[in-house]
């Protein structure tokens, strides 16, 4: 038998397959961690992409740093540090340096949740605003990109002499890549732009892994020059969540330096696509909710055999993460009636999410496995499975014995490709 160890929260869960079956493992490339995240960090502020750091902003009174919210493994107590010490020495004072919590449409997080993400330190010293992309009051007008996207931000980030963004490059899976301007162009932006940038989604070569050409993240490169986006400082991590390396400096020339190595990672390339796939989104936060854990399904169905099997493996402890989107979906009574409706209504954030699942889950025989109660995943069309190893059997038991299964752990962060030619 083999035994499986998949990411489920911050545990694992375990199951056994019969030797008998081709099971493949699609992971990241095996990259070793950097010696020492604060120096890279340190190396990457020494070292600007596009050339200009930050004493190119010396005698700026104010800043404005968009930090990501809880529901991204952004290693902030390594990248903040350094970069604070140095907005600091620049004469900046800490009551000017505020941190704005790129929420994007995500719920906002209160206070007490601000040690989840931020070192406590840094929560006693400085200035810290959860963005609510639906407060009006909140929210300032820049203006209408060449898409026709209303760009509506975050004013305590608007009001700052320096705008910076901080995050990780990894693949997305309408995005292209997440990094650079998006923490500030989605994370900090009204729901308005938001939805009318997301709406893009459903265009062909809005896709994981594509940058260039890809009208969503075209979009959201605008609305940083919009906001004039100053500086970023992004990380690579492994699929152990370790910074690899750091890069900052202009925001585009860090996505230019970062993308090459993303793909070096993160992409895996396939012959055969798989008669099952088990799949965890990469554990907390990437499975923190239905809305985060969605990607997971995405990146499996790309190599799954039309009509195949798909175990999605995602905890889920805080249920669908949009209480717009589980207000829709819990008016449908199935996949097609997701996809009629969506279809009829046009295109809106949250029931996207709604979307997205039943856009795969039309096509495959998809289970859940998470802590969600049955009728409540039920209500969310999850087809939800007792557990991994029950799930696992009733699929096997629908396949013949020399069907191909695909693993993927850290899904939310792998780009599987089918080998060119390859249907």
């Known amino acids: 038998m083999t035994q499986l160890q998949i990411p489920y929260g911050k545990t694992t869960l375990t199951a056994h397959i019969p030797d008998r079956y081709n099971i493949t493992q699609l992971i990241p490339a095996q990259t070793d961690p950097a010696p020492d995240p604060i120096a890279a960090v340190e190396h990457a502020l020494d070292h600007p992409q596009g050339g200009r750091g930050l004493d190119a902003f010396a005698g700026v009174k104010s800043v404005a740093i968009a930090v990501n919210d809880k529901?991204?493994?952004?290693?902030?107590?390594?990248?903040?540090?350094?970069?604070?010490?140095?907005?600091?020495?620049?004469?900046?004072?800490?009551?000017?340096?505020?941190?704005?919590?790129?929420?994007?449409?995500?719920?906002?997080?209160?206070?007490?949740?601000?040690?989840?993400?931020?070192p406590q330190a840094i929560i006693n010293r400085y200035p810290i605003v959860c963005h609510d992309a639906t407060a009006a009051a909140d929210l300032v007008h820049l203006g209408?990109?060449?898409?026709?996207?209303?760009?509506?931000i975050n004013r305590h980030y608007m009001a700052a002499d320096l705008r910076i963004v901080i995050g990780n490059v990894e693949p997305h899976q309408f995005m292209g890549f997440s990094g650079g301007v998006k923490s500030a162009a989605i994370g900090v932006?009204?729901?308005?732009?938001?939805?009318?940038?997301?709406?893009?989604m459903t265009d062909e070569s809005a896709r994981l892994g594509q940058y260039?050409?890809?009208?969503?993240?075209?979009?959201?490169?605008?609305?940083?020059?919009?906001?004039?986006?100053?500086?970023?400082?992004?990380?690579?991590?492994?699929?152990k969540k370790?910074?690899?390396?750091?890069?900052?400096?202009?925001?585009?020339?860090?996505?230019?330096?970062?993308?090459?190595?993303?793909?070096?990672?993160?992409?895996v390339t396939v012959d055969v696509p798989f008669d099952l796939m088990i799949v965890s989104p990469g554990g907390n936060p990437k499975d923190i909710n239905v809305y985060q854990a969605q990607k997971g399904l995405a990146h499996a169905a790309m190599v799954a055999k039309p009509g195949g099997h798909v175990i999605l493996?995602?905890?889920?402890?805080?249920g669908a993460g949009s209480e717009t989107y589980e207000t829709w979906v819990a008016e449908r009574g199935s996949h097609a009636d997701v996809l009629q409706a969506f279809a009829a209504e046009g295109f809106r954030v949250g029931p996207h999410k709604a979307f997205q699942i039943a856009r795969d889950a039309a096509n495959l025989n998809v289970q859940w496995v998470s802590e969600m109660d049955t009728a409540y995943a039920q209500k969310l069309l999850l087809n939800p499975a007792t557990d991994l190893?029950?799930?696992?059997?009733?699929?096997?038991?629908?396949?013949?014995?020399?069907?191909?299964i695909g693993v993927m752990t850290a899904a939310n962060a792998t780009i599987p490709a089918l080998r060119e030619g390859v249907s």
């Open 189 to 200: 932006a009204g729901k308005q732009t938001i939805n009318h940038n997301h709406s893009m």
């Open 144 to 152: 209408t990109t060449a898409r026709g996207t209303p760009v509506w």
């Open 71 to 118: 529901t991204r493994p952004v290693p902030h107590q390594h990248l903040l540090p350094p970069l604070l010490n140095r907005l600091e020495s620049m004469g900046i004072q800490p009551a000017q340096i505020t941190l704005v919590i790129a929420t994007g449409t995500h719920p906002v997080m209160p206070p007490a949740e601000y040690p989840w993400i931020l």
């Open 313 to 318: 493996c995602a905890a889920c402890p805080e």
């Open 212 to 239: 260039d050409g890809n009208p969503a993240r075209a979009d959201v490169e605008e609305i940083g020059r919009m906001i004039r986006v100053d500086f970023a400082l992004n990380a690579l991590l492994n699929g």
């Open 242 to 267: 370790q910074i690899i390396t750091a890069l900052a400096g202009d925001p585009v020339a860090v996505m230019n330096a970062a993308i090459p190595q993303v793909r070096q990672i993160y992409t």
């Open 389 to 404: 190893q029950s799930a696992l059997d009733a699929a096997l038991a629908n396949l013949p014995n020399d069907a191909r």
